[in-house]
Protein backbone atom coordinates (compact mmCIF):
# COMPACT_ATOMS: atom_id res chain seq x y z
CA UNK A 1 0.00 0.00 0.00
CA UNK A 2 1.52 3.44 -0.63
CA UNK A 3 1.57 5.91 1.80
CA UNK A 4 -0.75 8.44 2.40
CA UNK A 5 -0.61 12.37 1.40
CA UNK A 6 0.25 14.24 4.19
CA UNK A 7 -1.45 17.40 2.22
CA UNK A 8 -4.82 15.81 2.46
CA UNK A 9 -4.89 15.06 6.19
CA UNK A 10 -7.94 16.94 7.72
CA UNK A 11 -9.49 17.51 4.07
CA UNK A 12 -11.01 14.67 3.64
CA UNK A 13 -14.62 13.15 4.28
CA UNK A 14 -15.12 9.89 6.04
CA UNK A 15 -16.75 8.61 3.03
CA UNK A 16 -13.67 9.16 0.65
CA UNK A 17 -11.37 7.26 3.26
CA UNK A 18 -13.57 4.60 3.49
CA UNK A 19 -13.33 4.40 -0.40
CA UNK A 20 -9.41 4.98 -0.54
CA UNK A 21 -8.78 2.01 2.06
CA UNK A 22 -11.17 -0.12 0.19
CA UNK A 23 -9.36 0.57 -3.13
CA UNK A 24 -5.79 0.08 -1.83
CA UNK A 25 -6.42 -3.17 -0.18
CA UNK A 26 -6.52 -2.02 3.41
CA UNK A 27 -5.86 -5.47 5.53
CA UNK A 28 -6.97 -4.03 9.08
CA UNK A 29 -10.87 -4.71 9.14
CA UNK A 30 -13.33 -1.82 9.39
CA UNK A 31 -15.07 -2.90 12.47
CA UNK A 32 -15.70 -6.92 14.03
CA UNK A 33 -18.62 -7.98 15.89
CA UNK A 34 -19.46 -10.78 17.77
CA UNK A 35 -21.23 -13.79 16.32
CA UNK A 36 -23.65 -14.53 18.56
CA UNK A 37 -24.57 -13.03 22.22
CA UNK A 38 -21.76 -15.66 23.32
CA UNK A 39 -18.24 -13.59 22.48
CA UNK A 40 -16.54 -17.03 23.47
CA UNK A 41 -17.95 -18.30 19.88
CA UNK A 42 -15.91 -15.57 17.97
CA UNK A 43 -16.02 -12.72 15.76
CA UNK A 44 -16.58 -11.45 12.18
CA UNK A 45 -14.83 -9.32 10.67
CA UNK A 46 -16.39 -6.39 8.06
CA UNK A 47 -13.39 -5.25 5.70
CA UNK A 48 -13.18 -1.47 4.15
CA UNK A 49 -14.17 -3.19 0.76
CA UNK A 50 -17.40 -4.52 2.37
CA UNK A 51 -17.96 -1.49 4.11
CA UNK A 52 -17.68 0.97 0.97
CA UNK A 53 -19.85 -1.58 -1.01
CA UNK A 54 -22.79 -1.15 1.45
CA UNK A 55 -22.40 2.62 1.56
CA UNK A 56 -22.78 3.21 -1.89
CA UNK A 57 -25.93 0.57 -2.27
CA UNK A 58 -27.09 3.02 0.63
CA UNK A 59 -26.50 6.41 -1.48
CA UNK A 60 -27.80 4.81 -4.23
CA UNK A 61 -31.65 3.42 -2.57
CA UNK A 62 -31.26 7.24 -0.72
CA UNK A 63 -30.81 8.70 -4.08
CA UNK A 64 -33.59 6.62 -5.83
CA UNK A 65 -36.33 6.65 -3.07
CA UNK A 66 -35.23 10.36 -1.92
CA UNK A 67 -34.40 12.18 -5.35
CA UNK A 68 -31.30 13.61 -6.03
CA UNK A 69 -32.07 16.80 -3.69
CA UNK A 70 -31.03 17.48 -0.05
CA UNK A 71 -32.96 15.97 2.70
CA UNK A 72 -32.63 15.45 5.68
CA UNK A 73 -34.38 12.25 7.21
CA UNK A 74 -34.59 10.50 10.35
CA UNK A 75 -33.14 7.00 10.99
CA UNK A 76 -34.97 4.49 13.33
CA UNK A 77 -33.08 1.28 14.35
CA UNK A 78 -30.54 0.22 16.03
CA UNK A 79 -26.82 1.98 16.91
CA UNK A 80 -24.60 -1.02 15.08
CA UNK A 81 -23.09 -1.02 11.58
CA UNK A 82 -26.25 -0.13 9.98
CA UNK A 83 -26.04 3.53 11.61
CA UNK A 84 -22.51 3.92 10.36
CA UNK A 85 -23.44 3.02 6.75
CA UNK A 86 -26.47 5.03 6.79
CA UNK A 87 -24.28 8.06 8.22
CA UNK A 88 -21.59 7.92 5.29
CA UNK A 89 -23.98 7.27 2.92
CA UNK A 90 -25.78 10.58 3.88
CA UNK A 91 -22.44 12.32 3.78
CA UNK A 92 -21.46 10.97 0.50
CA UNK A 93 -25.14 11.89 -0.81
CA UNK A 94 -25.17 15.39 0.66
CA UNK A 95 -28.16 14.92 3.46
CA UNK A 96 -28.80 14.92 6.49
CA UNK A 97 -29.92 12.41 8.93
CA UNK A 98 -31.18 12.68 12.26
CA UNK A 99 -31.45 10.31 14.75
Known amino acids: MESP ?31 SIDAAEGFRSVSYAQIANAVNRASWWLDTELGEKEHTFVYFGPNDLRYIIFVLATIKTNRKVVR
Request: hydrophobic share 40%; charged share 25%.
Open 5 to 35: NLETYGKRLLPHIVDARAKAGYSQPFAMYAK
